[in-house]
């Protein structure tokens, strides 16, 4: 099953989400991440209800 988003999604912004989220983790261990990517996930999550 091949997987086809409502909205187009624009392969140059994930890019650079992708290398924001980088910069933001840097190369720290998963265990000290953990409660930041939560908090980045639901932040992404506002983000993406507030466009619809």
Avoid: H, W, Y
Avoid at 1 to 20: G, N, Y
Avoid at 33 to 45: C, E, H, M, Q
């Amino acid at each position: 099953m091949k997987f086809t988003p409502k909205r187009k999604i624009d392969p140059q912004a994930v890019q650079k989400s992708l290398r924001e989220l980088k910069m933001l983790f840097g190369d720290r261990p998963a265990k000290e991440n953990a409660p930041l990517a939560r908090s980045v996930g639901s932040a992404v999550r506002l983000n993406l209800k507030e466009r619809q």
